[in-house]
């Protein structure tokens, strides 16, 4: 049975962080598409037994690409501190703030004032019973 050499896609130098978080990059990929596959396989069947281990190897798919998430903000800072904005962006989307709110996060000096935020757009308890 012919198998992929394991030795094809070593450089001949140790790599740096900057590349290493390509490869990284690229490692995130396959396991986003093999929790794709999964995923398809287990609509495509009505067999229990599969759909167990199916869930069970994409579980583990998720957990390999949420460590490699990890591995690429201690590699690459430009894309930690992109990730550590997305938080707030998503927060201030979620919650209704302007565009220009969203927009100036991360941008020094360049906080949302708390009228950016309009208590009528937020999502409370109170507000869906309505």
């Given at each position: 049975?012919?198998?992929?050499?394991?030795?094809?896609?070593?450089?001949?130098?140790?790599?740096?962080?900057?590349?290493?978080?390509?490869?990284?990059?690229l490692n995130i990929?396959?396991?986003?598409?093999?929790?794709?596959?999964?995923?398809?396989?287990?609509?495509?069947?009505?067999?229990?037994?599969?759909?167990?281990?199916?869930?069970?190897?994409?579980?583990?798919?998720?957990?390999h690409a949420a460590l490699f998430w990890e591995l690429i903000a201690r590699l690459d800072p430009e894309q930690a501190a992109h990730a550590k904005e997305a938080?707030?962006?998503?927060?201030?989307i979620t919650s209704g703030a302007s565009h220009e709110a969203v927009e100036a996060v991360g941008k020094e000096g360049e906080a949302p004032s708390p009228a950016d935020v309009t208590p009528e757009k937020r999502l409370t308890v109170g507000s869906l019973r309505r």
């Amino acid at each position: 049975m012919p198998q992929t050499n394991p030795f094809h896609s070593l450089v001949p130098r140790k790599m740096t962080d900057t590349e290493l978080a390509r490869s990284i990059r690229l490692n995130i990929e396959a396991e986003l598409d093999a929790i794709n596959l999964y995923a398809a396989h287990i609509d495509a069947t009505d067999n229990e037994d599969a759909k167990a281990i199916l869930r069970h190897v994409m579980d583990e798919e998720r957990e390999h690409a949420a460590l490699f998430w990890e591995l690429i903000a201690r590699l690459d800072p430009e894309q930690a501190a992109h990730a550590k904005e997305a938080v707030e962006k998503y927060r201030l989307i979620t919650s209704g703030a302007s565009h220009e709110a969203v927009e100036a996060v991360g941008k020094e000096g360049e906080a949302p004032s708390p009228a950016d935020v309009t208590p009528e757009k937020r999502l409370t308890v109170g507000s869906l019973r309505r």
